[in-house]
């Protein structure tokens, strides 16, 4: 969700910085430009205050003049500014350097004409510092007797402007860089506290999704919002672990309270046979559904145990562990005439070797039930990247894909099933005790026929954070 997050904020302030950004770097062109255009302008103004009092077109020059032009190239030798007071008929009064003339175009010219009418030249156009040809024209009118006799006018490089609206460019540029650094880090940050709660909340799901209904979502840091999400949480989960807490004390003692009337009923079946003529169908009928019905019961408490009870988890060689099972179910095997087979070598992994082994029990057992005799059942154990896995596969029947959708479900048996011993939990017990260890059972079809059962476990340490 960051991911998703975090760029939406940062274009977001980057659009923020550059709407700012943009306005202020002209703004600041525009002041540069401002403070050399009123230096010119006062220096105009001098000039034409000098020039206001020099003698008409005469055949020489008089003091006055003189002077004037002493001052114009003194101006042009310190700055580099091409300045002249040039007659309306752009003739020269005075001028520095000595080949400059009025242009005949260009924003010398406009502000030449300007200047004629009696006013100061506009602001000449905003330079910018890619423009290295600018230069900037101002341009004052010489004013005697309310005429407009003369006009002064200066040509400026605009070198040091362009270096000084570039400087200033780069410190908002460097402002914008700084101001967007601190913004990332701010997102980070925000993003963080906001979704820190969100990152939790959805490992406790995971934890209680996978069986491990004690987790719990700490309701202590970020937006109240969330707090209150975070503490509905915990209420949500303390009653869903309370209701499966009832409905397992339930099951565990509704089976051991009908283990007492269950036996007593059978004790009477026996003393009843006992009157009976030997070979009697129906009390072997009886006994059949009263042995099977204690089998049920033993296995609905064994499932209530089995997911009630914490995995001991240790690193354990289940490759060691798999091959006691093997030995443990082989006598059963040859009796029934199925070859049971081990393969693999030691592969170690986090398990409860009490809880694996029981497991193992239930899957071998159930392959042995439907596998004919003279076929084979075979238990593999190897290392899958951060699990390890022992499949078990047999060469039965099988089961349709409908059936392998159902299969670990609790009293669940296929009907083609019926008449083979079991209470349809056994399945359902391993998956319950490989599920508290964090690992897992599934069930696929092995070709040619038979089923592929694959128990997987981790290989990494379990967090005990």
Not at 40 to 66: H, K
Not at 137 to 157: E, I, N
Request: glycine share 8%; hydrophobic share 45%.
């Amino acid at each position: 969700m960051r991911t998703r997050l975090l760029p939406l904020l940062l274009v977001l302030m980057a659009g923020v910085l550059l709407a700012l950004g943009f306005p202020l770097a002209a703004s600041l062109a525009a002041a540069q430009q401002q403070t050399v255009v009123v230096d010119r302008i006062d220096d105009t103004a001098r000039f034409a205050a000098l020039a206001q009092f020099v003698t008409e077109r005469g055949p020489g020059i008089d003091e006055r003049q003189s002077t004037l032009h002493g001052e114009l190239v003194r101006y042009h030798e310190v700055y580099g500014i091409q300045v002249g007071v040039f007659y309306r008929d752009t003739t020269t009064m005075a001028r520095a350097p000595k080949d400059w003339d009025v242009p005949e175009s260009g924003e010398p010219r406009r502000a030449f004409r300007e200047a004629l009418l009696g006013r100061r030249s506009h602001d000449p156009p905003q330079v910018w510092p890619w423009q290295r040809d600018a230069r900037l024209a101002v341009a004052s009118p010489v004013v005697r007797d309310g005429d407009v006799v003369a006009v002064v006018l200066t040509d400026s490089p605009t070198g040091q402007l362009r270096s000084r609206i570039l400087h200033g460019w780069l410190l908002i540029a460097a402002g914008e860089v700084a101001a967007m650094l601190l913004a990332v880090g701010a997102a980070f940050r925000l993003t963080g506290w906001v979704l820190k709660p969100v990152k939790v909340l959805d490992a406790a799901t995971h934890d209680i999704a996978t069986g491990r209904m004690n987790s719990r979502v700490a309701a202590a840091g970020g937006p109240p919002e969330l707090r209150r999400l975070a503490r509905s949480f915990n209420e949500m989960a303390d009653n869903v672990e309370e209701v499966l807490e009832q409905q397992r004390a339930f099951v565990a003692d509704a089976s051991h309270q009908l283990r007492n009337p269950l036996a007593a009923l059978l004790l009477r079946i026996e003393l009843l046979a006992l009157e009976l003529p030997p070979g009697n169908d129906e009390i072997a009928s009886v006994r059949t559904e009263g042995k099977r019905l204690a089998q049920v019961l033993d296995d609905l408490l064994d499932l209530a145990l089995a997911e009630h009870a914490s995995a001991d988890l240790r690193l354990t060689d289940i490759g060691e562990l798999a091959g006691e099972r093997v030995a443990a179910w082989r006598p059963l095997a040859d009796e029934r005439g199925v070859r049971l087979t081990g393969r693999g070598t030691a592969v170690t992994a986090w398990a409860d070797p009490v809880a694996l082994s029981s497991a193992l029990d239930a899957v071998i057992d159930n392959a042995l039930k439907f596998t004919p005799s003279g076929e084979e059942v075979t238990v593999t154990v190897a290392a899958d990247g951060d699990t390890s896995t022992i499949v078990v596969t047999d060469r039965g029947p099988g089961l349709t894909d409908d059936e392998l959708a159902r299969v670990g479900d609790r009293f669940w048996r296929s009907n083609r099933h019926q008449n083979v011993k079991g209470s349809g939990l056994g399945l359902s017990i391993s998956r319950a005790l490989l599920a508290a260890g964090g690992g897992s059972i599934t069930y696929a079809h092995h070709e040619p026929h038979g089923l592929r059962v694959t128990v997987t476990v981790p290989r990494s340490a379990p967090d005990t954070a």
